[in-house]
């Protein structure tokens, strides 16, 4: 197939499928998405307007679409796991999570996720807002596009966040007071395991500094339907076989962990939806 041709069958699936999307209200262009990861299953700071039960042509999403505002800027919040963190990562229903979102009109999407870290500068407790994925995830529904009346359609993934909406959470983060690791490579694991520690030295290898298991397909398919999406980790824990994790991961320090650095994002969350 020519490059062309290409291009005009890619056009073409993108309209097939937008075409199917019919937002019921017309929101503000300024309305975030934030989608919760381990950790965060709700915003204690957002002032809720109400909840809607979404369907799409996927099935269901994670839970309901919570509304409501932050600083007075709204704000649609989405609980990755369920909000009763009952959900794991392979079996998250991302296409259904990222069409209600499109299908709500938000203007671009914050991934929040607690990962591993790879790297020996990067300590429990860190923020990372990575620029770069290596997805090591398998059999998860990883596109809109599977042929038949939405024909084959290639995006650009070159490079997979959006770097505007990277730049506000770089700018929020520093506006609260708080430091973030500006660039970084998310290694996109199966899970719901953890990792063994020569998989740790593998992702290294690679040219990877954090772990996670959600980030893929959900970047993706984000791309896919046009909406800018960047994405807040917190470091929880040093990979397996590093510093304090090397005989073994130990789950009381990461709850400690996640426990005080939510607090922190939420603040940083507020402040994104002013900048």
């Given at each position: 197939m020519s490059s062309a041709a290409g291009a005009g069958f890619?056009?073409?699936?993108?309209?097939?499928?937008h075409d199917k999307i019919r937002g019921p209200i017309q929101r503000s262009d300024r309305m975030l998405a934030i989608i919760g990861g381990s950790g965060l299953t709700q915003l204690s700071n957002l002032a809720i307007v109400r909840r809607e039960v979404v369907r799409t042509p996927y099935g269901e999403p994670s839970g309901a679409l919570t509304y409501g505002s932050l600083c007075e800027e709204p704000v649609v919040f989405?609980?990755?796991?369920?909000y009763g963190h009952t959900i794991p990562p392979h079996l998250v229903n991302y296409r259904a999570?990222?069409?209600a979102l499109k299908q709500a009109d938000v203007s671009g999407i914050i991934s929040v996720a607690s990962v591993g870290s790879i790297r020996a500068d990067l300590a429990p407790g860190t923020l990372v807002v990575p620029d770069q994925i290596i997805d090591y995830t398998w059999d998860r529904k990883s596109t809109f596009f599977e042929g038949g009346e939405t024909p084959v359609k290639h995006v650009d993934f070159t490079h997979p966040y959006d770097p505007s909406l990277r730049q506000r959470l770089l700018l929020a983060t520093a506006a609260v007071g708080e430091l973030a690791v500006d660039g970084g490579v998310y290694a996109a694991t199966q899970g719901p395991r953890l990792e063994t520690a020569a998989e740790i030295n593998r992702f290294e290898r690679d040219g990877a500094d954090v772990v996670g298991m959600t980030g893929m397909p959900e970047a993706v398919l984000a791309r896919e339907l046009e909406l800018p999406y960047a994405a807040l980790n917190v470091v929880v824990n040093y990979g397996a076989g590093r510093a304090d994790s090397a005989a073994g991961i130990i789950f009381d320090d990461i709850e400690t962990v996640l426990q005080t650095a939510m607090s922190r994002v939420r603040v940083i969350l507020e402040k994104l939806c002013q900048v």
């Open positions: 890619a056009q073409r699936g993108a309209a097939a499928v989405l609980a990755r796991h369920g999570n990222i069409w």
